[in-house]
């Protein structure tokens, strides 16, 4: 059972455009969603997190929107850059188990120049 | 910059071939997570431990896989005998992960530090 549904697998926007990132959950136990970058031959690291009190959390150009009610969130990349071309994996969590995370399967942003 | 360690970065190996992945967590960190990445799969949790005792392995296959933790600054991930299906990346991550929600979501706030991955590659 996949918990954390992410889409699109793959993302094209030029420079300077808006990425949009959809994750969405089915286990309402969950209150902890970190957002992970990972670029080639890297770790994932991580980018932004929320949790469920809050509605949206910004970090410069990277925003995420919750949506408790709908079992959603999002990630925004605001003025997209070229160096923000990588991987992106949401993940979700129970504070209860020690955060252990389960991932999206992950969506390639290329932003192009 | 404190981080996690993975060897080797590559393996190439026959397949019924033992293979063993190390990890040295941060130190301090108590939680260790090994991760497996394919593209099929994406990020799949094999298995983690909290102060050293093994707490979850059930996305291990555990005929073949065993995940190990001898020391406070070392984890191991072994496979014996391997497969051509386990070719992937192998990712161990850690954190000082504390049960309280502790308020804001971000650093510091139970964040895991991922290594750069054990890339395996199973003929």
């Known amino acids: 059972q996949q918990q954390v549904k992410q889409s699109p697998q793959s993302l094209i926007v030029q420079k300077g455009g808006i990425s949009i990132i959809n994750c969405a959950y089915e286990?309402?136990?969950?209150?902890?969603f970190p957002w992970y970058q990972q670029f080639p031959g890297k770790g994932p690291a991580l980018l932004i997190a929320?949790?469920?009190?809050?509605s949206e959390k910004k970090e410069g150009r990277f925003t995420i929107s919750f949506n408790k009610s709908a079992k959603q969130f999002s990630l925004h990349i605001m003025d997209s850059q070229p160096g923000d071309s990588a991987t992106y994996f949401c993940?979700?969590?129970?504070?209860?188990?020690?955060?252990?995370?389960?991932f999206g399967g992950g969506t390639r942003l290329m932003v192009k120049p | 910059d404190a981080r996690v360690t993975q060897t080797p970065r590559h393996k190439v190996t026959e397949m019924g071939q033992e293979v063993t992945m190390r990890c040295q967590p941060i130190?301090?960190?108590?939680?260790v997570f090994w991760y497996r990445q394919t593209m099929m799969q994406g990020l799949e949790l094999l298995a983690y431990?909290?102060?050293?005792?093994?707490?979850?392995d059930s996305g291990m296959p555990k005929d073949r896989f065993s995940a190990e933790m001898p020391d406070a600054t070392l984890a191991t991930l072994k496979i014996q005998p391997s497969e051509p299906r386990d070719s992937a990346v192998y990712f161990c991550?850690?954190?000082?992960?504390?049960?309280?929600?502790?308020?804001?979501?971000?650093?510091?706030?139970?964040?895991?530090?991922f290594g750069a991955g054990s890339r395996l590659t199973v003929l």
């Open positions: 431990f909290r102060n050293r005792a093994p707490l979850d």
């Open positions: 991550a850690s954190g000082l992960i504390t049960m309280r929600y502790s308020g804001g979501a971000g650093a510091g706030a139970n964040v895991l530090t």
């Open positions: 993940a979700a969590s129970k504070n209860n188990a020690g955060n252990m995370l389960t």
């Open positions: 929320i949790r469920p009190d809050v």
């Open positions: 130190l301090g960190h108590n939680t």
């Open positions: 286990n309402t136990a969950f209150d902890y």
